[in-house]
């Protein structure tokens, strides 16, 4: 057993950190605690058997003397031949062991100079973990040797380490959007995090064949920061753990003076930018050489170039950097180049651009003049990226000063991924990659006759955030009002801006709250929209709104209700739809006559005569043996149709045996007929992909909804087997809201009810409902993150429901969305 450091040791070094100590002392301290705990280890268990051929090292972030609180320790343990490696076998184990035992956590490897220096594609994080070795024990003269290869090695490889190292970090980043802009971001992983300060160190070792530089002096204070950060959220979890999480940005901002975290939060992507500028810089010099296939399609892109601009390794240079002191609006130029073909910026031209926006005075006095050539920018295929240029450099925040409101400003909300400025752009970026995701929108999009007001209005349609108090939607309408005054735009073009921006929220409302196949939900549409022009362009604001929200939200089954919306809409548009109940088809066989007796016509309406045909075999299969059950999956979505005798609760009890199951449930529909028996259907999804990944679920699922529809098994009892929901924090929660509409729908009442979601909130919903007496004829769910929208459309009695009863159902409702 290793000797451990005593737990005052450890506490003494967090203490030290809370009472105003630096990261730096943390780090050292634990990597000489550490540093004790292993080379007396090496000395009893090691040594004696291997007084030679074996070696200890520290690589990686414990080579660096980089030990966070929580952090792995890496070891290397460095032996002289394969035959060595399988005699110490059974000594390293009792090694690790005695290490493990002393509450580190370690990650090893055995390995043999000549395999340290072999280049395996497959294995590139041992090359670069060896760039951070350090000496600890053992055979001083193997770790010698070891050193004496490397440089030869690096310098022998160091194209394709470099490239390799490259392609990793580029993976890394486009897990995370390539983007710095997360409300939640890691720390360590994501965009300008503290692997990109990591790399820039590599990349300059690998570059001068000598160790590890040290990173650019110019992000010193952003390394100072993240290493102070990361020691905070380590000793705040007790664990390794580097999610910056809203909880975890209000203790940051207090203890950094009682700071706004939204305020808090700009220092941080300030720092993140400036790493991730210096990383991308980085790795421009190590793209793939013009001998390579993308190296080839590369250097066929360079014939872009023209007299003003240079493209190299698919980066735009200027070729006269000068001019912006005497024509700082050429900029604008630069922008609409990128813009047009799809290039980024080169970190020269970012760099000189940058400084020629912070000038003051601002490269863009007077108004009028600017709007031509940011019309042309906003109509062509990459306008996001051309924007992304002009948000970076800091130009777009000098032509329009209305969007420093949100730069870098994080709205506490679960179900966004984005700060607000980069949401925008990543809506934007939507509309760009909509020939790859969905022809239907995408067609769409070739109808719009000014793509460019369309992009303007997305641009500010939520600038409205970063003003304090009131609606949002108001604030972003004044600030868009006073950037299209100094553009001088025409009346008619401010109008159609304004419509956009003021009906944003809409159809996303709609598709959460109404049902699509009830006519009125059309008619309530078309009155917003106006015009089937608007509507087009609003529906593509929506699915553009929406997309950015988080790379989850835009499902199949959610573009494919927004894509229902707008045919819809637009068929009442242009009269289309005729209004009128649906009468039963002529010539039904006697069979099918009988299954629809008693069907409410929103059934005929949203079934086509193949469905009908499926749900009649269905009940008559019902009538047989008590219930049926119809599982499959279509669109990315799953569907189960139930069928059995009408029984009180029986919604409630399907809906949970669902839940039980894991799955999210989308839509819920109720039908029964003459005879007595009910339909109800589901639409749901999967996010665990538990029906996908095991076969056997799928059966299991239907016999328990079988079961809970005959009444055979406790819904509640399957329920109490969920894992239970991690309450959110107080400040985070939210409070319930229950609204009634009337006008909805001319039969039923409409019942929205926002909540905390959890496990069972829908049984808990629909058995409220059913124990008052109120029958449901459908249930539309959406669910963002941690909150619930559950929207009911009920009858009592055969109508709607009477004030007294809404009265009293409106505390009970609420009393059951507590979070529990």
């Known amino acids: 057993m290793a000797t451990q450091p005593s737990s005052g040791e450890w506490d003494e070094i967090r203490r030290e950190f809370e009472t105003g100590g630096g990261a730096g002392a943390v780090l050292a301290r634990r990597t000489a605690l550490v540093d004790g705990l292993v080379a007396g280890a090496h000395r009893r268990l090691l040594a004696p058997f291997f007084p030679s051929g074996l070696s200890v090292l520290a690589v990686g972030g414990y080579g660096r003397r980089e030990l966070f609180p929580y952090s792995d320790v890496d070891l290397l343990l460095l032996v002289a031949g ?7 076998r059974a000594p390293i184990e009792e090694f690790l062991r005695s290490l493990w035992d002393s509450g580190l956590r370690l990650s090893h490897s055995v390995h043999t100079p000549e395999e340290c220096t072999e280049l395996d594609s497959g294995n590139l994080e041992l090359a670069v973990s060896l760039l ?13 040797l070891l050193s004496g290869k490397l440089p030869k090695f690096v310098h022998a490889h160091r194209d394709p380490l470099g490239r390799g190292l490259a392609r990793l970090a580029r993976e890394r980043h486009a897990r995370f959007g390539n983007t710095i802009h997360h409300l939640e971001p890691d720390i360590k992983e994501a965009p300008g995090g503290l692997r990109d300060l990591q790399l820039l160190r590599w990349l300059g070792a690998i570059r001068s064949g000598e160790g590890p530089a040290a990173a650019p002096e110019s992000l010193e204070a952003a390394r100072r920061f993240l290493f102070h950060l990361r020691c905070r959220l380590h000793y705040a979890a007790g664990r390794d753990s580097n999610r910056l999480s809203f909880e975890a940005q209000e203790m940051a901002a207090g203890e950094d003076g009682e700071v706004p975290a939204a305020a808090w939060m700009r220092t941080y992507y300030r720092h993140a930018r400036a790493v991730f500028f210096e990383a991308t810089r980085a790795l421009e010099r190590h793209d793939p050489p013009a001998g390579s296939l993308f190296g080839e399609f590369r250097h066929w892109r360079s014939r872009l170039s023209n007299s003003d601009f240079t493209v190299n390794r698919e980066r735009v240079f200027l070729r006269e950097p000068g001019i912006l002191e005497t024509q700082p609006r050429e900029m604008l130029r630069a922008f609409e180049f990128a813009a047009r073909h799809g290039l980024r910026l080169s970190a020269e031209a970012e760099r000189r651009i940058a400084a020629c926006a912070a000038r003051p005075g601002g490269p863009f006095p007077g108004g009028r003049e600017n709007w031509p050539p940011l019309r042309r920018l906003l109509t062509l295929p990459h306008a996001a990226l051309g924007l992304r ?34 949401h925008s752009l990543m809506a934007i970026q939507a509309l760009e990659e909509l020939p790859g995701r969905d022809t239907r929108f995408a067609g769409l999009a070739e109808e719009i006759e000014r793509p460019d007001l369309l992009r303007f209005a997305l641009l500010f349609h939520d600038v409205g955030k970063g003003s304090p108090g009131g609606s949002h939607i108001e604030g972003s309408l004044a600030a868009a009002d006073r950037a299209m005054d100094r553009l001088d735009l025409p009346p008619a073009d401010r109008e159609h801006v304004r419509f956009l921006i003021r009906r944003h929220l809409d159809m996303p409302g709609v598709l959460r709250s109404r049902d699509l196949n ?3 939900t059309a008619r309530y549409m ?3 929209a106006e015009t089937a022009e608007r509507l087009k362009a609003l529906t593509l604001v929506s699915y553009a709104d929406l997309s950015a929200v988080n790379p989850e939200v835009m499902t199949a089954w959610r573009s494919g209700q927004l894509w229902l919306l707008y045919l819809a809409t637009y068929q009442e548009l242009t009269r289309e739809l005729h209004a009128g109940a649906a009468e039963l088809p002529e010539g039904l066989p006697p069979e099918m006559a009988e299954f629809l007796e ?5 059934y005929l309406r949203t079934r086509s005569r193949d469905e009908m045909e499926r749900d009649r075999q269905l009940v008559q299969a019902a009538a047989k043996r008590g219930a049926a059950v119809r599982l499959e999956k279509s669109n990315g979505a799953y569907r189960a149709a139930v069928s059995t005798r009408d029984r009180p609760h029986l919604l409630a009890s399907l809906a949970g045996a669902l839940s039980s199951f894991g799955v999210n449930i989308l839509k819920a529909e109720v039908f029964s007929n003459r005879r007595g028996f009910v339909l109800d259907s589901f639409v749901f999804s999967d996010p665990g992909r538990n029906l996908d990944l095991n076969p056997s679920e799928m059966p299991r699922l239907q016999t328990t909804l079988e079961q809970a529809a005959l009444g055979k098994l406790s819904v509640k009892r399957l329920l109490a087997g969920r894992p239970k929901t991690v309450p959110p924090s107080r400040g985070a929660r939210l409070r319930p809201s229950v609204a009634f509409d009337n006008d909805a729908s001319p039969s039923a009442t409409l019942i929205e009810i926002v909540a905390q979601d959890r496990p069972g909130l829908l049984y808990d919903l629909a058995r409220t409902l059913s124990s008052n007496g109120c029958l449901i004829d459908l249930v539309l769910i959406d669910t963002e993150a941690h909150k619930a929208v559950d929207v009911f459309y009920v009858t009592f009695e055969g109508g709607r429901l009477p004030e007294n009863l809404r009265r009293r159902l409106e505390p009970q409702l609420r009393e059951v969305c507590e979070f529990r």
């Open 82 to 88: 394969e035959r060595m490696a399988a005699a110490a």
């Open 389 to 422: 240029a002009m948000h970076e450099t800091g130009a777009l925040t000098r032509l329009f000063p209305e969007l420093e409101a949100v730069e870098c400003l994080v709205i506490r909300d679960f179900h966004h991924r984005y700060t607000v400025d980069e």
């Open 518 to 520: 009830e006519p009125a």
């Open 132 to 144: 951070d070795r350090r000496y600890l024990g053992g055979d001083a003269w193997l770790y010698e």
């Open 526 to 528: 078309a009155g917003l």
């Open 598 to 602: 008693g069907l409410p016509a929103r």
